[in-house]
């Protein structure tokens, strides 16, 4: 099956640094990225929509200066959290969608964020 | 807006019960309607997959249901066992740009 990996799996830093976390598709090529922020027992909350070679579209209310989403190829998506602060500690996970199977989104096993 | 629910929140049972979880949500122009599990601290395992033509889907002791008409689905898990621990996540289509809706999860623990 279709393999989504995230790096690095958990980051601890201090307030004011930038985090970078990467998503890869490791057997398919994904033109379609998501990124999905969790808090603890909540949903999965969609941030950004991330396409190949364009810029990312962002949901209502997510700061697209505060998270950079970088879609550089078909098989890597970044989100950079720039300036961290203990609020944005939380569980960053990335999904991709297999071009051959548009309809199924395979997600990755998610970062764990702490932010000091 | 688009709105996901699921109910219960939390549910323990003794090993070997049969379970219903339940997951509702306000778009009546559904796409498809996907079930997940999530273990602790982990990403996403896709369960089922319903599409919006379809009524229900099985996968072993799975079953997911989908009603459009009173935009519910429904996620029975048939002789539960310890190993189904996990929470489960319902989520709808938002057609379009294949966006997924998540509810918030039910949190099942099953013991033995």
């Known amino acids: 099956g279709a393999v989504v990996s995230q790096h690095p799996s958990r980051v601890i830093c201090k307030s004011g640094t930038s985090v970078k976390i990467e998503c890869r598709s490791l057997d398919f090529q994904a033109t379609t990225m998501f990124w999905y922020r969790q808090f603890p027992k909540k949903s999965l909350m969609l941030m950004a929509t991330?396409?190949?070679?364009?810029?990312?579209?962002?949901e209502q209310g997510v700061e697209k200066d505060k998270f950079l989403i970088n879609h550089a190829s078909l098989t890597l998506s970044t989100l950079t959290v720039t300036s961290a602060h203990p609020e944005d500690s939380s569980f960053y996970i990335c999904s991709a969608l297999n071009g051959s199977s548009q309809e199924t989104q395979y997600f990755g096993p998610g970062t764990r964020l702490l932010v000091l | 807006k688009q709105e996901v629910t699921q109910i219960p929140a939390a549910l323990s049972v003794p090993e070997g019960e049969n379970l219903v979880l339940n997951c509702s949500f306000t778009?009546?122009?559904?796409?498809?309607l996907q079930w997940f599990r999530q273990d602790p601290g982990k990403g996403l395992t896709s369960l089922l997959l319903i599409q919006s033509s379809q009524r229900e889907q099985t996968s072993g002791r799975l079953n997911a249901s989908l009603d459009k008409s009173s935009g519910r689905s429904t996620l029975y898990i048939a002789a539960s066992q310890p190993g189904d621990s996990a929470t489960y996540l319902c989520a709808q289509f938002s057609g379009g740009y294949n966006k997924l809706i998540f509810g918030a999860g039910t949190r099942l623990a099953v013991h033995p």
């Open positions: 991330s396409n190949e070679g364009s810029k990312a579209t962002y």
């Open positions: 778009d009546s122009a559904i796409y498809n």
